[in-house]
T-cell receptor, first 116, second 117 residues
């Protein structure tokens, strides 16, 4: 069965520091998708990124970057030069192609607190 | 394009009452998923439905909870005889039908927050 583990429950940094969120996943499927979502204090879920299992290229989007390594089953997320607005809970999630539909399995989330 | 619409956004019920949460998927989407987020926890899958069919209900509690997605109208998550432990945020998500199902992406609503007094 699929599983997503976010070992860090809470990270506190000072503004402008970099912060890296760890995500480790387990799956028996060879085709799968990995996601990161942001949940700000207002509560909605904001989609950040989707990667498929065949694409191990790292990705950068502004201050966000993602490091996907199949060899260690990890999909880590780094926020560079953090800002107070980055304070939120971040969820890593996995979807298997063989599962019915696009069912997502979420990690427990990492709460990021950026202090001014 | 309107996104996934959930209502009510906030619902307060007393123990023993019924709660009904509604979800209208994005236009053109025929797959609906319900997730529950207990306070300070991650999102847990509850049920996956297509029009008039329950495909996967492996995450649904065995009693008091039911879900439907009728041919016409929104999907409804129904909780009978609510208890305090049902207090949570309930998120609905949708995805397109077959043919693009393996993109893996879900589109989430803003959630319905149930408080049981």
């Amino acid at each position: 069965a699929q599983k997503v583990t976010q070992a860090q429950t809470e990270i506190s940094v000072v503004e402008k520091e970099d912060v890296t969120l760890d995500c480790v996943y387990e799956t028996r499927d060879t085709t799968y998708y990995l996601f990161w979502y942001k949940q700000p204090p207002s509560g909605e879920l904001v989609f950040l990124i989707r990667r498929n299992s065949f694409d191990e290229q790292n990705e950068i989007s502004g201050r966000y970057s993602w490091n996907f390594q199949k060899s260690t089953s990890s999909f880590n997320f780094t926020i560079t030069a953090s800002q107070v607005v980055d304070s939120a809970v971040y969820f890593c999630a996995l979807s298997e192609a063989k599962a019915a539909g696009n069912k997502l399995t979420f990690g427990g989330g990492t709460r990021v607190l950026v202090k001014p | 394009n309107a996104g996934v619409m959930q209502n009510p956004r906030h619902l307060v019920r007393r123990r023993g009452q019924e709660a009904r949460l509604r979800c209208s998927p994005m236009k053109g989407h025929s797959h609906v998923y319900w997730y529950r987020q207990l306070p300070e926890e991650g999102l847990k899958f509850m049920v996956y439905l297509q029009k008039e069919n329950i495909i996967d209900e492996s995450g649904m509690p065995k009693e008091r909870f039911s879900a439907e997605f009728p041919k016409e109208g929104p999907s409804i998550l129904r909780i009978q005889q609510v208890v305090r432990g049902d207090s949570a945020a309930y998120f609905c998500a949708s995805s397109p039908g077959t043919g693009v199902r393996y993109t893996g992406e879900l589109f989430f609503g803003e959630g319905s927050r149930l408080t049981v007094l």
